[in-house]
DNA sequence: CTGAAAGCGCTTACAG
DNA sequence: CTGAAAGCGCTTACAG
């Protein structure tokens, strides 16, 4: 017993294709008997139309991918960032009545996976997540010429349109504030140099210092906690009159305050703390963490109402931050 | 510009459409020249089939649902588990060349978009996770005639083909380890009653309790280490003799770990505790954790062979489990 | 408002 | 080993 088609519905329903079709997709002009015979006959038969075909000749799949350059690890369990965009993303796009299609692609043969795909015609747009230096995703993808938004300012020499969060004017609201404090000695905790929302967070924290007549002091990090436990304790072995430090994401200051912890500084009394991103954790820690808040819920939905536009977005669009002060700062 | 067909391949090779579907998907009768001729255009056009149009005739999509019956925050950020489970599923199903689309379906919302996904036919099969109670979603998807398998056994009336680990086994003998320790209290901290994997477990429990001759002892929790820091705490006011909990999921004996050490409780010494799953952070958990593993990758292989068999499984596949032992118990 | 017909881009018996 | 032709299940101008 195979699925019924259109053909079986207009024949119980005694009309054409045509008019079968009409109905299902909501076309306007159809009568009101004729249409109600025909949704009738949907109902009895349980109708649901083969999408393969009706893509074949839309074109269209009402599928999204979400690509996202990391791996499965940092995605599901590690960072409360991914899945609170992966969160808000999908949430935009299952109001604009798209499927998201999640891909992880921190492989090469994840890369080769999601180009297959994409240029298979499975998908009528693209989200870009998390890129990494000059990702050959964009490039790729561009062949198939699908509509594709990065999220977060793309290292690409391709333009790819994007939407982002004032990275650098956060962070450097966020030292401001530091300094506004009374700190003297303002550290920062990198995130990875091949990562764009890094390099605009240690820009901001630069720019801070500059305009305040401070020496910088720079420790790396790749946003996990774990680098932003080993970044305090190099810091502080560095040079222990550090009394404010700014990491470039809240995972890496939460790895901070630890470390402060068992080095037996108080925070923020010995050193204030900030962060950046405002994930949930943040209000729980001990202390509870000042941090710079990033829209996500509005990202996701810029980024979606950009990707379905009827023409292709050219400027970015940046979407400002908020210093949420807290007691770690 | 649009992608070039079938046909374009077919003109610069001076071949039938025929000849170039078969050397593309890799039939074996076609002559070598013929072939190169072939695959020289395919490259020079970067041919890529359109795969709606292929689905329509084979009806195949070569893509298959992994459907949890969680919300994301639970799927994305708290717990380990799933995402081994989702990363083992994926990377077999990856390894049988087909697509993994990670579809969400904790509310009626969901459920609707997951039955409209799977009856439209943009699915070869079903891989069903985490289903809670008499989950609605098997009887709806049943009606398609996918082919579907749940990991782990499903509450559903419906003969659903299943593979799952030896819960009650697992949970017996990580009981009996206990007891055997000497113990005389032994309490249990149990999933949510909804779910199969904590009914079974509480079965082992209370199966090797009846066989020393004790009383069971058995706190509520829902998998969440929140849930076993409660238990814990219930557990310890009800009975201060308590001196051995088996929690049945490691993020719950996490939970009690932390609220045994806030009650100034030694594990082992004072209490002994064991978990269930094996996952990562069972390992660096002060002391780390005696538990019983889950053999991941194992259920999952089982479970994508079991779908992409040729006949329909009928009887369910049950795994061992093994006893791990650490420092906790 | 409705239907007949063409066509989306493939695969696959069927001949030869 | 290869090609001509039918057909998968839809949508959509085009007539009427």
Redesign the pocket.
């Known amino acids: 017993m195979?699925r019924p088609?259109?053909?079986a519905v207009a024949a119980l329903a005694g009309?054409?294709?045509?008019?079968v079709?009409?109905v299902?997709?909501g076309a306007?002009?159809?009568?009101p008997d004729?249409r109600t015979a025909v949704m009738r006959a949907v109902d009895e038969l349980g109708?649901i139309?083969?999408s393969a075909?009706?893509s074949?000749?839309?074109r269209r799949t009402d599928s999204i991918a979400l690509v996202v350059s990391e791996p499965p690890s940092r995605v599901f369990s590690d960072d409360p960032f991914f899945s609170a965009v992966i969160r808000a993303v999908s949430q935009e796009l299952e109001a604009a009545d798209r499927q998201v299609i999640l891909m992880l692609a921190s492989s090469p043969a994840g890369h080769a996976r999601v180009e297959r795909y994409v240029a298979g015609g499975h998908v009528d747009g693209v989200i870009l997540l998390s890129m990494h230096g000059a990702d050959p995703l964009p490039a790729a993808l561009g062949r198939s010429r699908v509509p594709m938004i990065s999220h977060g300012r793309p290292v690409s020499s391709l333009p790819v349109p994007y939407c982002d969060c004032d990275n650098e004017g956060g962070a450097r609201t966020a030292v401001e504030h530091l300094i506004g404090l009374g700190r003297r000695r303002v550290a920062t905790i990198a995130g990875p140099p091949d990562m764009t929302a890094a390099q605009d967070r240690l820009a901001g924290y630069r720019a801070a210092l500059t305009a305040a007549n401070r020496r910088p002091l720079v420790a790396p990090g790749d946003f996990t906690r774990e680098s932003g436990a080993n970044a305090m304790r190099n810091l502080l072995a560095d040079d222990p009159e550090v009394d404010a430090v700014f990491a470039a994401s809240d995972l890496m200051a939460l790895g901070a305050l630890g470390a402060l912890r068992a080095a037996g500084r108080r925070v923020p009394e010995d050193v204030a703390v900030a962060g950046f991103d405002d994930i949930e954790l943040a209000r729980f820690s001990e202390p509870p963490l000042t941090t710079v808040r990033q829209p996500v819920a509005e990202v996701a939905a810029c980024i979606v109402t950009m990707l379905l536009a009827a023409e292709p977005p050219t400027a970015p669009v940046i979407l400002p931050t908020e210093l949420v002060v807290r007691a770690s700062a």
């Open positions: 195979r088609t259109l053909e009309v054409s294709r045509a008019t079709s009409r299902v997709n306007a002009n159809v009568k004729v109708y139309p083969n075909a009706r074949l000749v839309t």
